[in-house]
């Protein structure tokens, strides 16, 4: 009879602890993650560029790896498809970029670069604002689309641990701190003219 009643109360207990550490991972997966709160294609002298914006904090471990000088890597992924009924949806575009932020000890400036340009700023603040706005990226060519036809665009940010340096990758791998990523954001695009 006592036998009885322990497995289902363990049993019980058992499910209860699980939900709880679900819970508490769901959590705290949503509180490191990036939301995309628009996206937006614009048409200049060459095809499409891509407007985002993005809105994350970075919790105290990545906020203090960055102050300790270890560079971070955000990368913007943009991909645009055309569903075929009778073959793979075609994919005229992917295409990525990514931003470094760093800190600069002596000098006590976060610095944001991407390709070329560099950018200082003297608070984490200023520089995590401009990470958080793409503007103006080229992402479509105007002769990789065509006029009238309807496509599905997706954009999405994350953390890039893969741009780390080595020792950094493998701490990345496995420490739940370093994820920070957002989800697609799908939207459709219709080609109404060629840019001009």
Same mark, same amino acid.
């Given at each position: 009879?006592?036998?009885?009643?322990?497995?289902?109360?363990?049993?019980?207990?058992? $499910?209860?602890?699980? $939900?709880? /550490?679900?819970?508490?991972?769901?959590g705290?997966?949503?509180?490191? @993650?990036?939301?995309? =709160?628009?996206?937006?294609? =614009?048409?200049?002298?060459?095809?499409? +560029?891509?407007?985002? &914006?993005?809105?994350?904090?970075?919790?105290? +471990?990545?906020? #203090?790896? /960055?102050?300790?000088?270890?560079? $971070?890597?955000?990368?913007? #992924?943009?991909?645009?498809?055309?569903?075929?009924?009778?073959?793979? #949806?075609?994919?005229?575009? @992917?295409?990525? =970029?990514?931003?470094?932020?760093? *800190?600069?000890?002596?000098t006590?400036?976060?610095?944001?670069?991407?390709?070329?340009?560099?950018?200082?700023? %003297?608070?984490?603040?200023?520089?995590? %604002? /401009?990470?958080?706005?793409?503007? @103006?990226?080229?992402?479509?060519?105007? +002769?990789?689309?065509?006029?009238?036809?309807?496509?599905?665009?997706?954009?999405?940010? =994350?953390?890039?641990?893969?741009?780390?340096?080595?020792? *950094?990758?493998?701490?990345?791998?496995?420490? &739940?701190?370093? +994820?920070?990523? @957002? #989800?697609?954001?799908?939207?459709?695009?219709?080609?109404?003219?060629?840019?001009k």
């Amino acid at each position: 009879m006592t036998i009885k009643r322990f497995f289902p109360l363990r049993l019980a207990a058992v $499910l209860w602890f699980a $939900l709880a /550490v679900w819970l508490g991972t769901a959590g705290s997966a949503y509180a490191d @993650s990036i939301a995309v =709160q628009r996206a937006s294609l =614009q048409a200049d002298g060459n095809g499409w +560029n891509l407007d985002a &914006r993005f809105d994350f904090d970075l919790n105290s +471990n990545l906020e #203090d790896a /960055v102050n300790k000088g270890i560079p $971070l890597y955000f990368t913007t #992924d943009f991909e645009l498809s055309r569903p075929r009924w009778y073959w793979f #949806d075609e994919q005229p575009v @992917s295409v990525s =970029q990514s931003i470094r932020l760093s *800190f600069q000890p002596l000098t006590r400036e976060y610095r944001v670069s991407s390709g070329g340009l560099q950018l200082g700023f %003297s608070t984490l603040k200023d520089a995590l %604002s /401009v990470i958080k706005h793409v503007t @103006s990226w080229h992402v479509i060519d105007r +002769n990789e689309v065509h006029v009238g036809e309807t496509y599905n665009a997706s954009v999405r940010m =994350q953390l890039d641990v893969a741009l780390m340096p080595k020792p *950094f990758q493998i701490d990345a791998v496995n420490n &739940r701190d370093w +994820n920070l990523a @957002s #989800d697609w954001k799908r939207f459709t695009f219709t080609v109404t003219e060629r840019a001009k």
